[in-house]
């Protein structure tokens, strides 16, 4: 049977290192920017021309797309962090649920008459958050899921397709 081991303090961790990636990331895209963009020809002849333009346009189009990316990674974060919350709140909920159990625990030999009770309560108490925990599961874990699922699919069209189409482009002008 597989289990899910998630420790909080480590997604929040890793939200943070992401968030400093993106913001790494942002600023070398906006450094790269006007010496791509507004590439000068390196003569006066068509030829030249048409290649500065040329790469000048695929740094825009790489730029736009970079702006998304950027989106979805921020967006990607979010979810992250939303996730470690979700997960701390399990874990308060399970404490919470063991409570009683360890109040109980105690002075075990005086309890044995309002034992059925108390157990009647804390399998309702089970129930009900053995519930609250899967919604919370299937509320963190979904977005998490689609959100890879729509990176690798960005990753490719945003920068593996361009650079396909760069190297198809600049043959067919050979």
């Not at 609250?132 to 729509?150: D, H, K």
């Amino acid at each position: 049977m597989p289990y899910v081991i998630a420790a909080p303090e480590v997604l929040t961790s890793t939200g943070t290192d992401l968030a400093t990636i993106g913001s790494n990331l942002s600023a070398a895209h906006a450094a790269a920017a006007t010496p791509t963009v507004a590439l000068v020809p390196a003569a006066a002849d068509e030829v030249s021309a048409s290649i500065a333009h040329l790469f000048s346009r695929y740094a825009k189009d790489y730029q736009a797309r970079a702006a998304h990316a950027v989106a979805f990674q921020e967006q990607f974060v979010q979810n992250l962090a939303a996730s470690a919350r979700s997960y701390a709140d399990t874990e308060a909920a399970n404490a919470a649920v063991l409570q009683p159990l360890t109040a109980i625990a105690g002075p075990f030999s005086s309890a044995i008459p309002t034992l059925s009770g108390q157990i009647l309560d804390l399998l309702n108490s089970a129930i009900a958050f053995v519930g609250q925990l899967l919604n919370s599961l299937i509320n963190s874990l979904l977005p998490l899921i689609a959100g890879g699922l729509a990176y690798l699919t960005n990753f490719f069209f945003l920068y593996v397709l361009p650079v396909i189409n760069l190297v198809l482009s600049f043959l067919v002008i050979l």
